[in-house]
């Protein structure tokens, strides 16, 4: 049954204008509110305090004598008689046009900069819809980022979701921030809009990307959604997702290449966990709800690439990992979802090293299909895959070294560490505003693979070996 | 829709929603709700009261607003039309959903899974007049260039056959045949319905014994399927459980790949169905997609139909079994479906066990697993069954729930290593922690095909992997160069076994599949280079020496460089490992 019957929602718009004074209950950033109308599930609230000052929320359980609604903005402050409710009959949804580039909003989509409020091309329900599997264009182009660490081993693809799993104190803004200067498709310009929404995060790392974006003078192209650390938790839960509504409208709508970055989705999860708390929910592991992970795909599922449309969506999350805990469900069932991950390493970190990109765990999963001939270069494929395999065996010998001592390593393995010791400084290495070309990424790694014997090599054929090895390419 | 009204919302708050004033509901009956018509289905009554399960987004909702009954419970179409076809959870066409709504699903939209305006060439085959048991074939139809897709009568259903369609085109909704039952005359159509959660009778079942051949070496080789076996494939994110899936349904000699996509990710299906129709079978010299059924509820997709979409694999599944075929389901994941009978139960507010999980988890899991098997079906052939599993063990940790009530149930266990997917060899199938029970009964098939030497072979190489670990461990400690030649050797056969073997590259045209003839003349080739090497050292050859034989880098390349029927390009590469081993001998003799 395609269209929706006109009565009821008729009758639904009637109700809507209808006002409820006083609560029943109010609990964290719940209110409950006694025999209303008959109030649709996920439909947005707002409420008024005594102060005249408007709220909003979004119902969560709708019953026959009861409704209970989350507030976006908190329940600070509301007291049970003097608090009016409204139910507007639609869900949460967002006002979207390309003027939306260029400016900064809070966390639920209303502009915070000086700018009148631009004008909406279109309302989209923030909670979007998935994205039909038929429908997808499966991505094959690959961006280049300019860094080594990316580019060379785990390339990303233009419509994948890669996140970046960091720790407290590591360089994952600088890293987004470099990503977002310098991305770029191959032989074309740059031509990335750029749609960030920050989550729990401190004022400074916004004005971290304000100021990066300023620097570059590509503020015109970027679109900020700030909920910070001092703005209500309850927000978060809608702040991606009200980033996401635009993003898709500039990518599916406009042919916009867009550029997601959400950090931190820790404290977005930790949002959900507060709610579920709440409401009683049976927890699953470490209190966060059993739907945690469908939960998250909706959101990092609003990725990709549609067929026959020219745009795409690229999502970047950020999150910090728990105690530098990779099995900690947030980046466990994030890894579940997203397609790949660059996995940040507080040694490499504190050696001084940048990006700290753990060589064996990160991964880019849209990397094999977008890589080689006819698209980065030949030897690509073979020369990742046969630095992952030489890296993984210096990790074993530097073990060992540490048990039997470094000098008594066979010649063999101590050319391991040379190479370990280069492939880290030298190719992983790279400073905060370095665009590397993706010939200088591969020549780097054929540097780093001529410090082993041409015998190791057994993932490369023996002609890469013959062009690439033997070559000498300039340092 | 002329349905009735059985009952009026009184909660919504999520995919599991309460009736009220419900009188005549049945249980697991597939209801409709709400003005935009959802579908659901009745899973608990109580009073007056319905529990319904909604498979689709219920934003928007309202207490009041009616609920319709159809009478029947949730049932599937089966008939010509399934293969190549792509479906949600509860079999309704994305393709035709796409033309409906669009790129973004739609909710409330009811599409026939079966294409109502393409004829297809139907050939009778069951006499007038002859009596028919259920299950008995009635026709042919040629479905696709490579399956024959076999009209038989519903289980259930039997009698005199009164008339049937003569040859021609017909399309699923006409008759095609009338039968008189004993009670009525019933007319027949090319489709059935069967409700998912109801496994399809087969005549009897018979022990496994013939192994799903799978190209993969490590699975062929050490840790056989069998034809209706069944297997779990645990591993963390991004240890290789939808390549290993994928890789089984390209290569596979199954007849019917079913591949359900559970909770997983939209581009991984948009990746089937835009490579699958290009890839050739090796066997058939057919378009994979021929013989492929895809059921794709991503994660993003409504939990409750990614609750129904495992029963919805396996029920085609079965209905292709049934017509006497072998039939292949890839399960990605299995945890997926568990999350969301755990996030269902916790709408029901059932007292949850384990992890929040329900106290019937592990019966849901067997009763899943107990769907495959070799039968001999109802029409009088043979069919199979197998299914195999994806579990996403939370952390990578194999203990929780799923993964060992998985391994209550299944045969085979393919556990994926993290360390070994993080040096990126691939497939990361661990050769400690997995294993076949299958073994045993497929290994007749092996001597059939490579002679008494493949038992033996097999269980040497195993032999040797586990040595190797022992060794590894002393090497961990006190370096290599404190073991003497002979066991540092065995460290170094390993090593080529897991180079030159059980690494496989998915993507290379020649390696990603290898015939079982291939596989084992493989293993035969590197135990050669075992047996005579650990003679030559116990004639005084050094490991050095051995280690510096040119053909050794032959044996590393030979999976990519020889093709499954060349058996001569591998009598040379032994003729040459033999004569290098001689010269090294020579000089000690
Ligand atoms: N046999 C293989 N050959 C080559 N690459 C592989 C193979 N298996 C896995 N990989 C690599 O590992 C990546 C992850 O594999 P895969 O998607 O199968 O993981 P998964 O276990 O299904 O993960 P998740 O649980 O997150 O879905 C692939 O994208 C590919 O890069
Ligand atoms: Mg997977």
Redesign the pocket.
């Known amino acids: 049954m395609p269209e929706l019957k006109l009565g009821p929602d008729t009758e639904r718009r009637l109700a809507a204008a209808r006002e409820y004074r006083g609560l029943a209950r109010i609990e964290g950033p719940l209110i409950f509110v006694r025999k209303t109308h008959p109030v649709g599930y996920r439909e947005l609230v707002e409420c008024v305090d005594s102060s005249g000052s408007p709220r909003l929320g979004m119902v969560m359980d709708s019953s026959d004598d009861l409704v209970v609604a989350q507030i976006f903005e908190g329940t600070q402050n509301l007291t049970m008689p003097d608090t009016t409710v409204r139910f507007t009959g639609k869900p949460l949804s967002l006002g979207v046009s390309t003027a939306m580039l260029g400016r900064v909003f809070d966390g639920l989509g209303r502009p915070i900069d000086s700018g009148p409020p631009p004008k909406a091309e279109r309302e989209v329900d923030v909670n979007g819809r998935p994205i039909n599997p038929t429908a997808r264009e499966y991505p094959r182009d690959f961006i280049q980022t300019g860094i080594s660490a990316i580019d060379g081993m785990n390339t990303l693809i233009r419509g994948q979701k890669l996140p970046i799993f960091s720790g407290n104190g590591l360089p994952h803004n600088e890293l987004a921030a470099q990503i977002a200067r310098q991305a770029k498709i191959r032989g074309g310009k740059t031509d990335f809009a750029v749609v960030f929404a920050a989550m729990g995060v401190k004022h400074d790392v916004a004005r971290f990307f304000i100021r990066s974006f300023e620097e570059t003078g590509s503020s015109d192209n970027v679109a900020l959604f700030l909920s910070l650390a001092d703005d209500p938790s309850i927000e978060r839960i809608v702040t991606p997702r009200v980033a996401l509504s635009l993003a898709e409208f500039l990518a599916y709508e406009k042919g916009m290449h867009v550029l997601v970055i959400l950090t931190d989705m820790a404290n977005y999860c930790e949002s959900l966990r507060e709610i579920s708390t709440i409401r009683g929910e049976i927890p699953s592991r470490k209190g966060y709800p059993g739907y945690l992970y469908s939960d998250l795909a909706e959101i990092y599922e609003r990725s990709g690439m549609i067929k026959g449309l020219p745009g795409s969506i690229t999502q970047l999350p950020i999150l910090t990992m728990p105690n530098d805990d990779i099995s900690h469900p947030i980046p466990d069932l994030t890894?579940?979802?997203?397609?790949?991950q660059i996995v940040f390493e507080r040694d490499l970190g504190g050696r001084g090293i940048y990006p700290p990109v753990a060589g064996l765990p990160s991964?880019?999963?849209?990397?094999?299909d977008g890589i080689g001939k006819g698209m980065t270069r030949e030897d690509h494929p073979h020369l990742a895959s046969q630095l992952f395999a030489a890296y993984s065996y210096v990790k074993d010998v530097r073990n060992l070294a540490s048990v039997i001592g470094e000098e008594e390593l066979s010649p063999l393995d101590k050319k391991y560490i040379a190479f370990g010791e280069f492939f880290e400084t030298r190719f992983i290495n790279q400073s905060p505003d370095e665009d590397r070309s993706m010939e200088r990424t591969l020549d780097l790694g054929w540097e780093a693979l001529r410090r082993l014997p041409a015998e190791e090599l057994h993932r490369v054929t023996d002609e890469e070996l013959d062009t690439w090895y033997g070559a000498e390419v300039g340092g | 829709m002329n349905e009735r009204i059985i009952g009026r919302v009184r909660r919504v708050n999520g995919p599991v929603i309460i009736l009220r004033g419900v009188r005549d509901a049945r249980m697991l009956e597939l209801v409709h709700v709400g003005n935009g018509l959802l579908v659901g289905e009745v899973i608990k009554l109580e009073g007056e009261e319905a529990l319904v399960q909604v498979y689709e987004d219920t934003t928007g909702l309202a207490p009041g607003e009616p609920a319709y009954g159809s009478g029947m419970p949730l049932s599937l179409e089966l008939g010509p039309g399934l293969l190549g076809s792509i479906y949600d959870g509860i079999q309704r066409p994305l393709d035709e959903l796409l033309k409906r709504t669009g790129t973004f699903i739609g909710r409330g939209v009811s599409a026939n899974a079966l294409d109502r305006s393409r004829r297809w060439g139907f050939v009778p085959s069951a006499a007038k007049g002859s009596l028919l048991a259920a299950g008995a074939v009635l026709g042919r139809v040629q479905e696709t260039s490579r399956i024959e897709h076999r009209i038989c009568l519903p289980p259930g259903t039997s009698g005199k056959l009164i008339s049937i369609a003569p040859e021609g085109e017909y399309g699923v909704d006409e008759v095609v045949a009338v039968i008189d039952t004993g009670q009525e005359r019933r007319e027949l159509t090319m489709v059935q319905r069967w409700p998912i959660r109801v496994p399809r009778p087969a005549r009897s079942r018979r022990p496994p014994s013939i192994p799903l051949v799978t190209g993969?070496r490590v699975i062929d080789t050490l840790f056989p399927l069998a034809k209706g076996g069944t297997v779990a494939?645990p591993?963390?994110?991004?240890?290789?459980?939808?390549?290993?899936?994928?890789?089984i349904a390209k290569w596979c000699d199954a007849d019917i790949i079913v591949y359900i996509g559970c909770g997983?990710?939209g581009n991984?299906m948009t990746d089937v169905l835009t490579e699958f129709p290009h890839l050739v079978d090796p066997r058939t010299g057919k378009s994979l997609m021929e013989r492929t059924v895809l059921i794709a509820n991503t994660s993003n997709m409504p939990v409750s139909a990614r609750e129904a979409s495992v029963y919805t694999g396996v029920t085609i599944a079965e209905y292709f079994r049934d017509q006497g075929y072998h039939v292949a389901v890839m399960a990605?994941?299995t945890s997926r479906w568990a999350e969301a009978l755990r996030e269902l139960s916790g709408r029901m507010e059932e007292m949850p066990a384990e992890e929040g999980f329900p106290a019937y988890l592990p019966t849901r899991i067997a009763e899943f697993y107990e769907r495959a098997g070799y039968m001999d079906t109802l029409s009088g052939s043979e069919g199979s069954m197998s299914i195999i599993g994806?579990v996403?063990p939370p952390g990578g940790d194999f203990s929780e729930p799923v993964t060992q009530h998985t391994k209550r149930f299944v045969r085979c266990f393919w556990g994926?290593d993290r360390n070994l997917?993080n040096a990126?060899h691939?497939?990361?199938i661990s050769w400690l922690d997995s294993y076949s029970e299958y073994l045993e009964d497929v290994s007749s098939w092996w001597t059939d095909l490579a002679g008494e030497g493949w038992a033996r072979d097999r269980k040497e190489i195993v032999e040797l992997l586990r040595r190797e670990t022992r060794l590894l461990q002393v090497v961990k400690l006190v370096g290599p160069d404190a073991l003497p030649d002979s066991q540092r050797f065995v460290i170094e056969v390993c090593g080529l076994f897991k180079n030159a073997f059980l690494?496989?590259?998915?993507?290379d045209e020649v390696d990603r599949f290898s015939s079982p003839l291939k596989q084992y003349k493989m293993l035969s080739l590197i135990l050669a280079y075992w047996r005579r090497g650990a003679g030559a050292i116990k004639r005084g050859v050094s490991l050095g020496e051995l280690k510096k034989i040119a053909v050794l880098q032959d044996i590393v390349k030979m999976k990519f460089t020889i093709k499954d029927d060349d058996e001569e390009a591998f009598a040379k590469l032994a003729a040459a490992l033999d004569r290098a081993v001689d010269r090294l001998e020579s000089a000690y003799a």
């Open positions: 890894g579940y979802i997203t397609e790949g991964l880019s999963r849209l990397m094999k | 993969q494939i591993g963390g994110f991004g240890t290789g459980k939808t390549m290993t899936q994928h890789a997983e990710r991984e990605d994941s994806a996403s994926l997917a990126r691939y497939p990361a690494q496989q590259n998915a993507f």
